[in-house]
């Protein structure tokens, strides 16, 4: 079998660019797209905590915001189930809900950032991600960068994203294989 002088072969036999040993020891390409991703996350909570997002006020004027029609300055999403849920359950909270998701942004940055519990958060992401695709579906909002986000994230966990230059490594050198099937690093 011919391959790339660069490419590592994996444990099935397939060349694999920037693949370790295995397919569970992570590689170069994935960390750097956890490291993105985690960075990406943490702009865009600066920035909303700049905007007063992580408020009830804050929150309920996106909200709005997020369903009004182009013509009135809004985005006009579409999607009227998931209007309907954002009205019914996450409005009526938004004081509390407004405090989680700023601490919920923080922490799904940072860990990723720092590549601790990356398959678990990198499953938060994705669940994250895809809310706010359907949050946008039918707007102004192009929504397929959260289609290339939620994509981004499912590469970190399939790929062990933080077991190259991050903590992960090392709790898979202390505590061996992640419980719960791998799901947390």
Known sequence: MTTHPNAAVTSTGAPGFGAGRDEQSGSVPVALLRITLGVILLATWYDNLNDDLYTADGLKGF??????????????????????????????????YATFQLIFELALGIALVLGVLTRFFSLAAIAFFFSIFLGYFGGEEWIWTYVLLIMAAVTVFGG????????????????????????LW
């Open 160 to 183: 062990y994203g933080g077991r190259t230059w991050g903590i992960d490594r090392a709790l898979t050198s202390s505590l061996g294989p992640s419980p719960f099937g791998n799901i």
């Open 63 to 96: 909200l709005t915001w997020l369903y009004t029609s182009p013509e009135e300055g809004g985005n006009g999403s579409s999607l009227g189930f998931y209007e309907s849920f954002l009205d019914s359950v996450i409005a009526p909270a938004a004081g509390p």
